[in-house]
């Protein structure tokens, strides 16, 4: 099944070319305190039977504006170096590396956190917010997080998978804090719609490829990631208790290269779909 977020907070199913509305079978009333992380996603894995029914409200696909699938992620966990290639190219180009950082493995240098200001999603633009200064495209896979999660082993690390979405993991190049220079305002892009595990049965063998302006950047696979995304799960949550809504971007391989105003993103992985995204002007 194929969820979606769409004309201002609405919840949809993709049926096709269409788009069932679903937002009326879902509990919206809010009652404080909230619990940690997005506290819609819980209900979003028992939509199946509900969202099949036809007498909901149906709207054409290409009609809508969506956005993120995930509205409020109580976390957004990066994985900087995932994939061998991109290791090698950051530690090849100074401009990556800062002349400062020799990047090695995920293990020594850990995971990192995204702002959640930073999240938008299809119908939104991404805005570099730093004048003059090399603005990256990162594809990766996104795992969204079912259920909370306390030092889960790698062997039932999926059973917590609620499902996968394409990630775009902006990022400024420089020589602060990587939470620094991937957190600004449209730095994080969710899209097109979360694809429910049952519908991706093996995670870490999906075609993956970003283009920009029609001309193919990047493209792999992710079988290429050196932590699959069981070991992703297994490694944050044994640092961070992951909730319902929690966001991890599993890296990205290699071919990252500058955006500008203007630019058309187009990110693809196997089994998700397509996440069409467009780069506007820099904000004074
Ligand atoms: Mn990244």
Request: one cysteine or more; charged letters at 25%.
């Amino acid at each position: 099944m194929k969820i979606c977020r769409f004309n201002t907070d609405r919840v949809g199913v993709i049926d096709g070319e269409s788009i069932i509305d679903v937002t009326d079978a879902l509990d919206m009333s809010p009652k404080w305190p909230l619990p940690h992380g997005d506290w819609i996603v819980p209900q979003l894995a028992s939509l199946t039977e509900r969202g099949a029914d036809s007498s909901r409200p149906k709207y054409l696909l290409s009609e809508v504006r969506l956005e993120s699938p995930v509205a409020n992620p109580g976390k957004i966990i990066g994985a900087p170096i995932n994939y061998k290639a991109h290791i090698e190219e950051a530690n090849a180009d100074r401009e990556i590396n800062q002349g400062k950082t020799h990047y090695t493995s995920l293990d020594e240098f850990g995971l990192f956190l995204k702002a959640g200001s930073s999240l938008i999603g299809p119908s939104q633009t991404i805005y570099p917010r730093f004048r003059d200064r090399r603005t990256d495209h990162e594809v990766e896979l996104a795992v969204v997080v079912g259920k909370s999660a306390n030092r889960i082993s790698r062997h039932e690390a999926l059973q917590y998978v609620l499902g996968y979405t394409i990630a775009l993991d902006v990022t400024v190049r420089g020589k602060e804090f990587p939470s620094f220079r991937k957190s600004a305002d449209t730095y994080s892009v969710l899209g097109p719609w979360l694809v429910t595990a049952d519908e991706v049965p093996d995670p870490n063998a999906l075609d993956l490829s970003l283009s920009v302006n029609g001309q193919t950047k990047q493209k792999s696979n992710t079988r290429m990631m050196i932590f699959d995304v069981a070991r992703l799960i297994e490694y944050a949550s044994s640092f961070y208790t992951l909730h319902p809504g929690d966001v991890i971007m599993t890296g990205t391989p290699e071919g990252v290269s500058p955006i500008s105003p203007g630019d058309r993103l187009v990110a693809e992985i196997d089994r998700i779909g397509r996440l069409e995204m467009r780069v506007g002007e820099t904000l004074d």
